[in-house]
Nanobody
Framework: QVHLVESGGGSVQTGGSLRLSCVVS????????MAWFRQTTGKEREAVAV?????????YYAEFVKGRFTISQNNAENTLYLQMNSLKPEDTAVYYC???????????????????WGQGTQVTVSA
């Protein structure tokens, strides 16, 4: 069991930056697929970026964030990050942190793979 708590959302203007954090508590000794998803009203939740915690390597970035967002982790602080640069109004959404235990990688970017979710943090980008 893990518990995820996101923070770092807020309101910025186009071109601005934010860094989202996701603190992981509970069973932090295993390795996980961890991901950031986002959702806007009336739309399905979509994956933004995925990382496999054993290798600390990102395994997926959505096309719409490549070159602008970076997923990373700080194992000592049990924290997952999403650095978001060059933000656009279409990045406005609730951003969620997600995790699923994995001993061998195989991280996917489908929300059905993930059992653990944070409560979400709102990001609003104004034109």
């Amino acid at each position: 069991q893990v518990h995820l708590v996101e923070s770092g959302g807020g309101s910025v203007q186009t071109g601005g930056s934010l860094r989202l954090s996701c603190v992981v508590s509970g069973d932090t000794y295993n390795t996980y697929c961890m991901a950031w998803f986002r959702q806007t009203t009336g739309k399905e939740r979509e994956a933004v970026a995925v990382v496999y915690t054993r290798t600390s390597s990102a395994t997926y970035y959505a096309e719409f964030v490549k070159g602008r967002f970076t997923i990373s982790q700080n194992n000592a602080e049990n924290t997952l990050y999403l650095q978001m640069n060059s933000l656009k109004p279409e990045d406005t959404a609730v951003y969620y942190c997600a995790a699923e235990f994995s001993s061998g990688g195989g991280c996917r970017h489908s929300m059905v793979q993930y059992s653990y979710w944070g409560q979400g943090t709102q990001v609003t980008v104004s034109a």
